[in-house]
């Protein structure tokens, strides 16, 4: 075992503590900006639907205005919104380096994304069933909650997926910038030092990563889909 | 109970306008079923969505119980449209909860304790005939069914009016039959008012008290249904009654090349009619044997219009001239309404139709 090891994969043997740290800020980065934008997310996503014309909480203006902003993020490349954002980043999180410095420029690139996905899953739920709830006397609270967000689960769980593993992707490259995560552990052995097994041994855990959210996702659209 | 006075809905997209509705006032008697009936686009579905402000009138009012609904505030909107249940041609039902759980919905912050909604639920799914299919998914339900759990779900705070969009138009007509029936057993024992809307005339025939008929967004006629159907004035209107006959049907095969019914030049077609209750069938058996004729129903219909039957049938009579006419005779004595079709043998196309 150890010779196969040896020969194959030798910097990575070397590297191993590095390897083990990088996995697990990788893992700090994706779950800390997965869960803010996934709050952040839902929220726009519900706002940006019931304020669409002829929805419960009709509001063109509000509307408008919030899918320009989110076109407008959406339009600029990761890389360089990680450099326009280096003076929010500083003020918020103190720093624009490093594990901590990742997370606001992943939850700007993820927000505008994730929030169109939930969009899109809303808009599924059948509007027969929104005036169904109407008619039967409930609150534009009540369909939020209990209409939207339930009948909207499948298509929110497909979002949440999409969403995780394109953080993931996004999280390797606001690491090799800023540094930390295995995109930067990928870049500064694996390609500036040419040892290329290093970068082969990140993409099979990134592929693990990504398997293991799409395998949770599928589980759970399996448990709730009818 | 329900005033609809002086309703217009004009759909303005910015674009261009559409009236749905124009200038419509009705009004709804409490333990009635109103029907309204109209072609696709007619604008029914919009005036009964004015009805509980699911489409807010442009101009004109809705009186429900003496309060005018478009007068309120969201919040006692609300609270009235739990006295006002709505069921829909597709159901709405919530897919992702089972059928306990979406006759439940509307009970949530009508304090109920988890056994009084328990209890409740139960009740209501007794009384459409569903209590086996508690725990099943709309996706495991037939239509019929599933519309069963709308009404339950729509019955569930008590209502006094159920309002019907097109409720069985989805259905197979035997589940449409079973349906029906339910709204009108429901409507009896819970005191009901329904409103319902529909494009087939079968549907306003069967369980409707009153009806109106709908073109282009205005009411063109309205009247008990013995009314409408026995002096229908518009052409519309009479074009909804013919569809729910077959008379029309019966003489186009008649005149088609092929002689289906095998016709001979000595047989005797004629329509036979009765205005309520009658014997017909005995008197065809029994004239039958009498004068020993074969006689064949080619076509029947019974409307029943509020309490009184109205039946036809065209009938082909072979056997002997002179005793085919004494059968016919012996018809007429019993009081039935005979008129012979003309014909000349099998294959020339000269059957007439009589009015
Ligand atoms: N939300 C809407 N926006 C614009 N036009 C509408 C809307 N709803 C209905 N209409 C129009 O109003 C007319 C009546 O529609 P509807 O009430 O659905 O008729 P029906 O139920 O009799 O088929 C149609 O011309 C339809 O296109
Ligand atoms: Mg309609």
Redesign the pocket.
């Known amino acids: 075992m150890k010779e196969v090891i040896l020969k194959y994969i030798p910097n990575v043997l070397d590297n191993r503590i590095e390897l083990m740290q990088s996995i697990g800020e990788t893992i700090a980065m994706v779950s800390i900006s997965g869960i803010i934008s996934l709050v952040l997310g839902i929220i726009i996503g519900v706002f940006l639907v019931v304020t669409k014309e002829?929805n419960i909480l009709e509001n063109n203006i509000f509307n408008n205005i919030m899918g320009k902003i989110i076109n407008f993020f959406r339009s600029i490349p990761f890389i360089i919104l990680i450099g326009a954002l280096i003076p929010l980043t500083r003020l918020i999180v103190g720093s624009a380096i490093g594990t901590k410095g990742a997370i606001v420029p992943l939850v700007f690139g993820t927000v505008p994304f994730f929030s169109r996905q939930i969009e899109t899953a809303l808009m599924e739920v059948d509007k027969g069933v929104i005036e169904a709830a109407q008619a039967m006397g409930s609150s534009p609270l009540d369909i939020i909650f209990r209409v939207y967000l339930r009948e909207g689960l499948p298509g929110i769980i497909r979002g949440i997926t999409i969403t995780l593993i394109s953080l993931i992707g996004l999280s390797a490259m606001a690491g090799a910038i800023g540094g930390g995560g295995l995109g930067d552990f990928a870049i500064r052995y694996g390609y500036q030092r040419f040892q290329i097994d290093i970068t082969y041994v990140t993409i099979i855990i990134i592929l693990i990563f990504v398997s293991i959210i799409q395998g949770l996702g599928n589980l759970v659209l399996k448990k709730i889909e009818r | 109970m329900i005033e609809i006075i002086g309703v217009t809905k004009v759909?303005d997209?910015g674009k261009n306008k559409?009236k749905?509705?124009q200038d419509v006032s009705l009004n709804i008697n409490k333990g009635e079923i109103y029907g309204i009936i109209?072609?696709?686009?007619?604008?029914?579905?919009?005036?009964i969505?004015c009805i509980n402000l699911l489409?807010r009138p442009t101009t004109g009012k809705i009186v429900f119980k003496g309060e005018d609904l478009t007068a309120l505030r969201e919040k006692d909107l609300r609270s009235r449209r739990k006295k006002i249940g709505m069921i829909f041609q597709h159901f709405n039902l919530f897919n992702s909860r089972n059928v306990y759980k979406n006759v439940a919905y509307p009970l949530r912050g009508s304090k109920l304790s988890k056994e009084e909604e328990k209890k409740r639920v139960l009740e209501l799914l007794e009384l459409v005939g569903l209590k086996d299919k508690v725990m099943a998914y709309p996706s495991e339900l037939s239509g019929g069914q599933k519309q069963r759990v709308a009404i339950a779900r729509a019955l569930a705070n008590n209502p006094e009016v159920l309002l019907c969009?097109?409720a069985t138009s989805a259905l197979d007509p035997k589940t449409t039959n079973s349906i029906l029936e339910l709204l009108r057993e429901l409507k009896n024992k819970l005191n009901l008012t329904i409103v319902l809307?529909t494009?087939e005339m079968s549907v306003i025939k069967q369980i409707c008290d009153r009806v109106s008929v709908?073109e282009g967004?205005q009411i063109i006629e309205e009247g008990t249904v013995a009314q409408i159907f026995s002096q229908p004035i518009h052409e519309t209107t009479k074009e909804f009654i013919d569809t729910t006959t077959n008379r029309g049907k019966i003489y186009e095969i008649l005149n088609k090349e092929e002689n289906i019914f095998n016709i001979k030049e000595e047989d005797v077609l004629a329509r036979v009619a009765y205005i309520g209750e009658s014997t017909t069938e005995a008197l065809l058996s029994k004239g039958s044997r009498k004068y020993r004729i074969d006689a064949s129903i080619l076509y029947g219909n019974i409307e029943i219009l509020g309490e009184t039957p109205i039946g036809e049938m065209i009938i082909l009579f072979s056997g002997e001239r002179e005793n085919i006419q004494s059968f016919i005779n012996y018809f007429r004595e019993k009081g039935l309404i005979v008129e012979v079709i003309d014909h000349e043998g099998s294959n020339s196309k000269v059957y007439t139709k009589c009015s």
């Open positions: 002829g | 759909f997209n559409v749905a509705i109209g072609y696709s686009g007619a604008g029914k579905s919009t005036l969505r489409e969009d097109e809307i494009h709908m967004g």
